[in-house]
């Protein structure tokens, strides 16, 4: 059995670290959103599929699939459709902290 737990809690702390650690390692004038894009990409909850699966499973997808659907994304494959729904669930999430960083700012 494997220690791997994740909620939408989890979630969000995730989306928090990826996005701190991509502005506190971004060089002046670097495209942060393509930083997220690649960040998430390469995740771990992403291009693994047993955690992508998790992930679908025990957190709120709902922004993920609606960024799959409006991508027009489809696919054949149970483990292609949920990395495409883990990937764009986490990438919702670090763009909505970022949002929240900068209208703080």
Same mark, same amino acid.
């Given at each position: 059995? %494997? ?8 979630? #969000? +702390?995730?989306?928090?670290? =990826?996005?701190?650690? =991509?502005? %506190? +390692?971004?060089?002046?004038? +670097?495209? =942060? ?13 992403? =291009?693994? @599929?047993?955690? /992508?699966?998790?992930?679908?499973? !025990?957190?709120? @997808? @709902? *922004? ?5 659907? *409006? /991508?027009? +994304? ?6 292609? #459709?949920?990395? /495409?729904?883990?990937?764009? @669930?986490?990438?919702? /999430? ?5 949002? !929240? ?5």
């Amino acid at each position: 059995m %494997s220690d791997f737990v994740i909620n939408d809690y989890f979630l #969000h +702390q995730e989306a928090r670290a =990826i996005v701190d650690e =991509i502005l %506190s +390692q971004a060089d002046e004038g +670097q495209d =942060i959103e393509e930083l997220i894009w690649q960040a998430v990409d390469g995740h771990e909850w992403v =291009i693994y @599929t047993y955690k /992508a699966l998790k992930l679908c499973a !025990e957190c709120n @997808t @709902t *922004d993920g699939e609606a960024m799959l659907e *409006d /991508a027009g +994304q489809n696919f054949t494959s149970l483990s292609d #459709h949920v990395t /495409a729904v883990a990937y764009w @669930t986490l990438y919702v /999430a670090c763009r909505d902290y970022l949002n !929240e960083l900068e209208e703080a700012a």
